[in-house]
C-alpha cells in the first residue's frame, strides 16, 4: 500500500492511495482525511484503507486517477514535533571516547 497527500491547499493535503506502479490513485477522505490521521488511527483505519489499496490495483475503486508526484506534497507535510538534532562538543567528546576515537582538531 503506497500512500501519498494531495496537494489541496490545505496544511496537510488529502490522504491519497496511490497503485504499485504509481499509475493511478484515489482520494480517501470517506476512511481518513490525511496521513497524521491515519497514523493517529492506524489500527482502525489500516483494514479499510488496504481494502481500497486492492480496489484500486484491481482497477475498481471509484474517483481513481491519474497519479502525477508533482501534485503531492511530502508524505508528512508538517511534522507535529520538533527535535533537535544538534551535537555538543561534550556530546562528541564522550561518543568519539566510547569509540576509542580521537576528537578533530576543530
Excluded at 491515519?38 to 475498481?60: F, I, K
Aim: without cysteine.
Amino acid at each position: 500500500m503506497k500512500l501519498a497527500s494531495l496537494r489541496n491547499g490545505s496544511r496537510d493535503g488529502q490522504l491519497l492511495l496511490v497503485s504499485r506502479d504509481l499509475a493511478r490513485a484515489v482520494p480517501v477522505p470517506h476512511v481518513v482525511p490525511t496521513l497524521q490521521a491515519a497514523l493517529d488511527d492506524w489500527s482502525r483505519v489500516q483494514p479499510r484503507l488496504e481494502q481500497v489499496a486492492l480496489e484500486l490495483e484491481e482497477g475498481r475503486a471509484p474517483g481513481s486517477f491519474p497519479f502525477q508526484a508533482t501534485q503531492v506534497l511530502a508524505p508528512l507535510p508538517r511534522a507535529h514535533h520538533w527535535v533537535d538534532g544538534s551535537a555538543y562538543v561534550n556530546h562528541v567528546e564522550l561518543v568519539r571516547k566510547a569509540r576509542g576515537a580521537e576528537m578533530p582538531a576543530t
